[in-house]
């Protein structure tokens, strides 16, 4: 079992920027295709994949709603995974939850087994 914790989340202006992390302690790294990830959920609507990265490689990949926009790094002798995230949109204003899971490339909820409590993200002028 992974424990994920989640911090950074606040209040920032549309354009703006912010940077979330995660903190992962427990079990972790147990797979060769570990992968850490964030999703964001706003209210009224289901919870959506945002971006995820490996452990053993440092690829990554993004929803098309945020290319170009955010950017997931992570640090492994932390256990921890940043998400960088700059001109941010009105419509960006979610929880952010950081996921872990067992297969790189998976995208869906059901893919991953470990979730922290989330994040508040809210971008309003």
């Known amino acids: 079992q992974v424990q994920l914790a989640e911090s950074g989340g606040g209040l920032v202006q549309p354009g703006g920027s912010l940077r979330l992390s995660c903190a992962a302690s427990?079990?972790?790294?147990?797979?060769?295709?570990?992968?850490m990830a964030w999703f964001r959920q706003a209210p009224g609507k289901e919870r959506e994949f945002v971006a995820a990265i490996g452990w053993n490689t440092d690829t990554s990949y993004y929803a098309d709603s945020v290319k170009g926009r955010f950017t997931i790094s992570r640090d492994n002798a932390k256990n921890t995974i940043y998400l960088q995230m700059n001109s941010l949109k009105p419509e960006d204003t979610a929880v952010y939850y950081c996921a872990a899971g067992v297969r790189w490339g998976a995208r869906a909820m059901a893919d991953f087994g470990s979730w922290g409590q989330g994040t508040q993200v809210t971008v309003s002028s």
């Open positions: 427990g079990l972790v790294r147990t797979f060769r295709n570990y992968v």
